[in-house]
């Protein structure tokens, strides 16, 4: 067991948010208040004077040396809190944590840059902060300008900086740090795709090729797959899974399950005509209702109807958008617009209960979140029911597709195609 | 390779430690207040000559040429200058450490290191300060054909108590603030008052030596008579028990400061 560099009993750590307070102090609590208001959002449905909210509860888990480490959870699992104990930015309340070796973390890209300052007069300011000494940064500074690709900008102060200049410096300094063990939290969101392989590039030689301990927070599944070699699934501030990095991302997927993947109306609320209505709506990734789905398994679409009126002629229809806007798709059990032919779109319905599926193959969306509009049409020209924004959902990368790229792919689907190389000869 | 151990109240252990280890911060986070302080300024460097000479003049005209009050045969200007050097440096030190951590509270919040750091490089932005000030009192001798006594040889021990002063007040109000923002509304009016309760533009001799005991029970007023005595010369007599008191004072200040910080500090995160 010697070769165990973090070993973490018990973790639990709990926040207190709004005290109990009698009525006669009140200007004291205005200040106290505003300070307070960024942790009350985290319980804003209970409506208590004092309340405790567990941000972790119970964690235990070890990391070996050399090992990758990606913690992974929905907002609010606990993973900020957990990073932050272990860089020893705020106590536990129960729990004990043992560490072997020098951490340094990286929660936030560019703490403690001050914008008047220059490029320059930063990198040392902020190796200081994360724990390097001026001969250390010193000897790495040419490294450091090299990697950020800033160099005619160094005296410029970082206040001119446009935001990728900034990210590009302040990742740099970071990356340039010599820990046994590095915590690095959801820093690879910002950049641009090619600035994020090289910082996935930089991670990759930090753990692989000189042995260190790297603890790695983030969204994006498909950086995860890439780099970590195990996972940490937490959830609600409890650890749900702790195994191989493939196990816990699919645990992370499947955590999705009925959270928000399906849209049910009640009764008196159905979307309905004097002809039919929607019962309704969910979304289906490996066989199971959840609101993510892995891009590279087929995704389901399945809507319940009930018709109202004997003989009608139906067809049901879904439209994909990207949340950040534009359509991406729309589909309809058509005859001519179908695989195979829908059975009940050439007859017409009795009055009962239906279900339309609708079946995207794996590999057609990019990664990203989508949202789905539904409509039931009465002939291939009338529109019944239109509902939009039914249900959101989010494609996720399993990195299926990134064993060379692992930048971003361009566009809303990202189907795998056909590719052939031939040479010819000159005319 | 060492072992760290994270348990409710374990990170007292390594503290000191630390504090060692990041002593560059100290004077990279001093730098950084200092070089940032006068950019964007038409006048720049020269504001830390001008508060002072402008403070100096009014204090003169009321206590001096209006108030008539006793300067012991040194030319007024140079008696409240003496005073100011000192009370200046709590002063600053006072607003700028008690302001910090708040100022600071996205590293507080990002990065680990002792806290302590914070503060104490504030009360040494502060000290530059305090430098460039004493270089202009040199300036003000010279001018006023002054030739300070060999009592000047002392002068580092009252710098030394100034420091403890200032940093033991800073350290109190800095994790105060944290918690309790109201200090940003007490502390300029310390500093407003405490311009006048202590001796800065007359002698402390004028209290009468029935309250003077009492009277120095302000830390300061034990610091600014050690400068007048090193600096002004065997007249300013030091009244000792005072003294005794004022240092007193600044230990106990000194240590609660940073019994009190230590004890806050490992909430700050969560507090901030």
Same mark, same amino acid.
């Given at each position: 067991?010697?070769? $165990?560099?973090?070993?973490?009993?018990?973790?639990?750590?709990?926040?207190?948010?709004?005290?109990?307070?009698?009525? *006669?102090?009140?200007?004291?609590?205005?200040?106290?208040?505003?300070?307070? !208001?960024?942790?009350?959002?985290?319980?804003?449905?209970?409506?208590?004077?004092?309340?405790?909210?567990?941000?972790?509860?119970?964690?235990?888990?070890?990391?070996?040396?050399?090992?990758?480490?990606?913690?992974?959870?929905?907002?609010?699992?606990? @993973?900020?809190?957990?990073?932050?104990?272990?860089?020893?930015?705020?106590?536990?309340?129960?729990?004990?944590?043992?560490?072997?070796?020098?951490?340094?973390?990286?929660?936030?890209?560019? $703490?403690? /840059?001050?914008?008047?300052?220059?490029?320059?007069?930063?990198?040392?300011?902020?190796?200081?902060?994360?724990?390097?000494?001026?001969?250390?940064?010193?000897?790495?500074?040419?490294?450091?300008?090299?990697?950020?690709? %800033?160099?005619?900008?160094?005296?410029?102060?970082?206040?001119?900086?446009?935001?990728?200049?900034? %990210?590009?410096?302040?990742?740099?300094?970071?990356?340039?740090?010599?820990?046994?063990?590095?915590?690095?939290?959801?820093?690879?969101?910002?950049?641009?795709?090619? /600035?994020?392989?090289?910082?996935?590039? @930089?991670?990759?030689?930090?753990?692989?090729?000189?042995?260190? $301990?790297?603890?790695?927070?983030?969204?994006?599944?498909?950086?995860? !797959?890439?780099?970590?070699?195990?996972?940490?699934?937490?959830?609600?501030?409890?650890?749900?899974?702790?195994?191989?990095?493939?196990?816990?991302?699919?645990?992370?997927?499947?955590?999705?399950? =009925?959270?928000?993947?399906?849209?049910?109306?009640?009764?008196?609320?159905?979307? &309905?005509?004097?002809?039919?209505?929607?019962?309704?709506?969910?979304?289906?990734?490996?066989?199971?209702?959840?609101?993510? %789905?892995? +891009?590279?398994?087929?995704?389901?679409?399945?809507?319940?109807?009930?018709?109202?009126?004997?003989?009608?002629?139906?067809?049901?229809?879904?439209?994909?958008?990207?949340?950040?806007?534009?359509?991406?798709?729309?589909?309809?059990?058509?005859?001519?617009?179908?695989?195979? $032919?829908? &059975?009940?779109?050439?007859?017409?319905?009795?009055?009962?209960?239906?279900?339309?599926?609708?079946?995207?193959? #794996?590999?057609?969306?990019?990664?990203? =979140?989508?949202? +789905?509009?539904?409509?039931?049409?009465?002939?291939?020209?009338?529109?019944?029911?239109?509902?939009?924004?039914?249900?959101?959902?989010?494609?996720?990368?399993?990195?299926?597709?990134?064993?060379?790229?692992?930048?971003?792919?361009?566009?809303?689907?990202?189907?795998?195609?056909?590719?052939?190389?031939?040479?010819?000869?000159?005319? | 390779?060492?072992?760290?151990? +994270?348990?409710?109240?374990?990170?007292?252990?390594?503290?000191?430690?630390?504090?060692?280890?990041?002593?560059?911060?100290?004077?990279?986070?001093?730098?950084? *207040?200092?070089?940032?302080?006068?950019?964007?300024?038409?006048?720049?460097? #020269?504001?830390?000559?001008?508060?002072?000479?402008?403070?100096?003049?009014?204090?003169?005209?009321?206590?001096?040429?209006?108030?008539?009050?006793?300067?012991?045969?040194?030319?007024?200007?140079?008696?409240?200058?003496?005073?100011?050097?000192?009370?200046?440096? /709590?002063?600053?030190?006072? #607003?700028?450490?008690?302001?910090?951590?708040?100022?600071?509270?996205?590293?507080?919040?990002?990065?680990?290191?002792?806290?302590?750091?914070?503060?104490?490089?504030?009360?040494?932005?502060?000290?530059?300060?305090?430098?460039?000030?004493?270089?202009?009192?040199? =300036?003000?001798?010279?001018?006023?054909?002054?030739?300070?006594? =060999?009592? +000047?040889?002392?002068?580092?021990?009252?710098?030394?108590?100034?420091?403890? !002063?200032?940093?033991?007040?800073?350290?109190?109000?800095?994790?105060?603030?944290?918690?309790?923002?109201?200090?940003?509304?007490?502390?300029?009016?310390?500093?407003?008052?405490?311009?006048?309760?202590?001796?800065?533009?007359?002698?402390?001799?004028?209290?009468?030596?029935?309250?003077?005991?009492?009277?120095?029970?302000?830390?300061?007023?034990?610091?600014?008579?050690?400068?007048?005595?090193?600096?002004?010369?065997?007249?300013?007599?030091?009244?000792?028990?005072?003294?005794?008191?004022?240092?007193?004072?600044?230990?106990?200040?000194? !240590?609660?400061?940073?019994?009190?910080?230590?004890?806050?500090?490992?909430?700050?995160?969560?507090?901030?």
């Amino acid at each position: 067991m010697s070769d $165990t560099v973090i070993k973490v009993e018990n973790l639990s750590k709990r926040y207190v948010i709004g005290q109990q307070r009698s009525k *006669d102090d009140g200007f004291r609590h205005i200040i106290e208040d505003a300070v307070r !208001a960024p942790l009350k959002w985290l319980s804003s449905r209970k409506k208590q004077e004092r309340e405790e909210f567990w941000a972790l509860n119970d964690v235990s888990f070890e990391v070996k040396q050399g090992e990758v480490l990606g913690i992974i959870g929905r907002n609010g699992a606990g @993973k900020s809190t957990l990073l932050k104990i272990l860089s020893r930015i705020t106590e536990p309340t129960s729990g004990r944590i043992e560490i072997d070796g020098r951490v340094a973390s990286l929660l936030e890209v560019g $703490t403690g /840059f001050h914008p008047e300052l220059t490029g320059r007069e930063n990198i040392f300011l902020n190796g200081a902060i994360l724990g390097m000494s001026r001969a250390e940064v010193k000897r790495k500074f040419d490294e450091i300008v090299a990697f950020s690709e %800033v160099e005619k900008f160094l005296d410029t102060p970082v206040k001119r900086y446009s935001s990728g200049m900034y %990210v590009r410096l302040a990742f740099s300094v970071a990356a340039h740090l010599e820990p046994e063990i590095l915590i690095v939290d959801e820093v690879l969101a910002v950049g641009d795709a090619q /600035f994020q392989k090289k910082c996935i590039g @930089k991670m990759n030689e930090i753990s692989k090729n000189e042995g260190r $301990t790297v603890l790695f927070v983030s969204h994006n599944m498909g950086a995860i !797959a890439n780099i970590c070699s195990s996972g940490l699934l937490l959830q609600h501030g409890k650890r749900i899974h702790n195994g191989s990095v493939g196990q816990t991302v699919d645990a992370y997927l499947s955590s999705g399950t =009925a959270a928000s993947g399906e849209k049910r109306w009640r009764n008196e609320d159905c979307p &309905a005509t004097s002809c039919v209505r929607i019962l309704s709506v969910r979304v289906i990734g490996d066989g199971e209702t959840r609101s993510i %789905v892995s +891009i590279d398994r087929p995704i389901h679409f399945e809507v319940d109807f009930e018709t109202l009126l004997e003989g009608l002629s139906l067809y049901v229809s879904i439209h994909i958008v990207h949340l950040s806007g534009g359509d991406v798709l729309s589909t309809a059990n058509f005859p001519s617009a179908s695989l195979e $032919t829908d &059975a009940w779109s050439t007859k017409s319905f009795p009055r009962g209960r239906f279900r339309s599926r609708c079946t995207l193959p #794996a590999n057609l969306l990019n990664d990203g =979140a989508f949202l +789905i509009n539904v409509a039931i049409m009465r002939s291939t020209r009338e529109t019944e029911i239109f509902v939009r924004e039914v249900i959101q959902f989010t494609a996720q990368d399993t990195g299926g597709m990134r064993r060379e790229y692992t930048g971003h792919w361009i566009g809303v689907v990202r189907p795998r195609l056909g590719w052939k190389t031939e040479s010819f000869a000159a005319a | 390779m060492s072992r760290l151990i +994270i348990e409710q109240g374990q990170i007292e252990r390594q503290y000191w430690r630390d504090l060692w280890r990041y002593r560059e911060l100290f004077y990279l986070l001093a730098w950084r *207040d200092l070089l940032v302080r006068y950019k964007q300024t038409v006048v720049g460097v #020269a504001w830390s000559l001008i508060r002072p000479l402008l403070t100096m003049i009014i204090l003169t005209v009321v206590f001096g040429t209006l108030g008539k009050m006793p300067s012991a045969g040194v030319p007024y200007p140079l008696l409240v200058f003496c005073g100011m050097l000192p009370w200046q440096f /709590f002063s600053n030190a006072l #607003a700028e450490s008690g302001n910090s951590l708040v100022a600071n509270s996205g590293l507080i919040s990002k990065v680990y290191f002792p806290r302590m750091v914070v503060p104490a490089s504030s009360v040494i932005t502060s000290f530059v300060d305090f430098l460039i000030s004493a270089v202009f009192l040199v =300036a003000l001798m010279i001018w006023f054909r002054f030739c300070p006594p =060999a009592n +000047i040889v002392f002068l580092p021990l009252f710098v030394l108590l100034a420091f403890a !002063a200032s940093f033991g007040v800073g350290l109190w109000i800095a994790a105060l603030m944290v918690e309790y923002r109201d200090f940003r509304f007490i502390v300029p009016f310390i500093v407003q008052f405490g311009l006048y309760i202590s001796p800065v533009g007359f002698l402390s001799s004028v209290v009468s030596d029935k309250y003077r005991l009492l009277y120095s029970l302000n830390p300061i007023v034990g610091v600014i008579d050690g400068f007048r005595w090193c600096l002004m010369g065997g007249e300013h007599l030091i009244y000792w028990p005072g003294l005794a008191v004022s240092v007193v004072g600044v230990i106990i200040l000194l !240590a609660t400061g940073i019994v009190y910080f230590r004890k806050t500090e490992r909430t700050f995160a969560d507090v901030i």
